[in-house]
């Protein structure tokens, strides 16, 4: 199903999906309603693997003529992500999840800051506003929220000079494509396969971006709509998604760094060791609580103890 067959397309605007037909209607229909001149932007829906109604949803939308669906066999985020821009005819590419909604400037905004910020970003996005589906617990904090995709980091667009401290985020995220094609596009040893939490691919190749010399650009006018499922505003799932978090973090480490087995094995011990030392970690860890502040710090612990798991048990597989 290819139906995009325009000449001067500046941007295309990628959306994979993976079995949420319910909500890429709402994605979709974002993009269609884009202030940006049909003729200068395509949509590309890459169905990752989705058994529900998902190309038919696609098919609805097939009368406007700047859509394209991909659908591709090879269950994985990253993977998905990489047929997209490979099957790109813009300029640049521009992701947004597909249970998020793109406010109806986000491509111009998008193309605004490519073509006027000296010099050019290697990489651009914008706010993550949340649109709740149920109501928000009291304990979850709004650091916690980062967890859930929800960014903002001022009403001032600027440059992302501290990636551990800002960063962008792949629900709303967009690339120059020969950038994208510079640094080979998502590495597949992170983001999701399946049912997995691995994150964080969106920041590895921030991070990639930024050591070949380019700056990453936050402004706050390209913003999206995020839902956020009551299925994940349990602190089961935080526990769970903050610990993978910590994986997330061992396996960007042993890429950028490439320790040795007796490197990981020193930090994993130093770690755990001023982990075990301290009483008040280990309670906050172990007692269940619905202050906000003590939450917060039980998932920092989580990712710290997910670091070490990290580290020990999954370094083989990217050496």
């Given at each position: 199903m290819e139906r995009c067959t325009g000449m001067n397309i500046l941007i295309s605007a990628i959306i994979c999906t993976h079995n949420r037909a319910k909500y890429l209607t709402k994605a979709i229909q974002s993009l269609v309603d884009q202030c940006t001149p049909k003729d200068k932007y395509e949509i590309i829906i890459i169905?990752?693997?989705?058994?529900?109604?998902?190309?038919?949803?696609?098919?609805?939308?097939?009368?406007?003529?700047?859509?394209?669906?991909?659908?591709?066999?090879?269950?994985?985020?990253?993977?998905a992500?990489?047929?997209?821009?490979?099957?790109?005819?813009?300029?640049?590419?521009?992701?947004?999840?597909?249970?998020?909604?793109?406010?109806?400037?986000?491509?111009?905004?998008?193309?605004?800051?490519?073509?006027?910020?000296?010099?050019?970003?290697?990489?651009?996005?914008?706010?993550?506003?949340?649109?709740?589906?149920?109501?928000?617990?009291?304990?979850?904090?709004?650091?916690?929220l980062h967890g859930l995709t929800i960014i903002d980091w001022s009403e001032t667009p600027h440059v992302l000079t501290n990636l551990s401290a800002e960063w962008l985020v792949g629900a709303n995220i967009a690339f120059p494509i020969e950038i994208l094609k510079s640094v080979g596009g998502f590495t597949s040893s992170l983001d999701r396969v399946g049912n997995n939490l691995l994150s964080s691919g969106d920041v590895?190749?921030?991070?990639?971006?930024?050591?070949?010399?380019?700056?990453?650009?936050?402004?706050?006018?390209?913003?999206?709509?995020?839902?956020?499922?009551?299925?994940?505003?349990?602190?089961?799932?935080f526990i769970r998604r903050y610990y993978w978090q910590g994986i997330s973090d061992a396996v960007m480490q042993i890429l950028q760094e490439r320790p040795s087995t007796l490197k990981r094995?020193?930090?994993?011990?130093?770690?755990?060791?001023?982990?075990?030392?301290s009483?008040?970690?280990?309670?906050?860890?172990?007692?269940?609580?619905?202050?906000?502040?003590?939450?917060?710090?039980?998932?920092?612990?989580?990712?710290?103890?997910?670091?070490?798991?990290?580290?020990?048990?999954?370094?083989?597989?990217?050496l």
């Open positions: 169905d990752n693997c989705s058994t529900d109604s998902t190309k038919e949803v696609v098919e609805r939308f097939i009368g406007n003529s700047n859509i394209k669906y991909i659908y591709e066999s090879t269950l994985s985020l990253s993977f992500r990489n047929t997209g821009w490979s099957n790109a005819k813009g300029k640049y590419v521009a992701y947004l999840d597909d249970d998020a909604v793109a406010c109806p400037v986000w491509l111009d905004k998008i193309l605004e800051v490519f073509e006027t910020v000296t010099p050019r970003p290697g990489c651009v996005g914008g706010r993550v506003e949340s649109i709740w589906e149920s109501p928000r617990p009291r304990w979850l904090s709004d650091w916690l590895f190749l921030e991070k990639q971006i930024t050591k070949m010399g380019y700056s990453c650009f936050y402004h706050p006018d390209i913003a999206i709509g995020h839902h956020i499922f009551e299925s994940r505003l349990s602190q089961a799932w094995l020193r930090f994993s011990i130093s770690e755990a060791g001023i982990f075990l030392r009483p008040k970690k280990i309670i906050t860890l172990m007692l269940p609580t619905s202050d906000p502040e003590q939450f917060t710090q039980k998932c920092f612990d989580l990712i710290t103890l997910g670091h070490i798991y990290g580290l020990l048990r999954f370094a083989n597989r990217w």
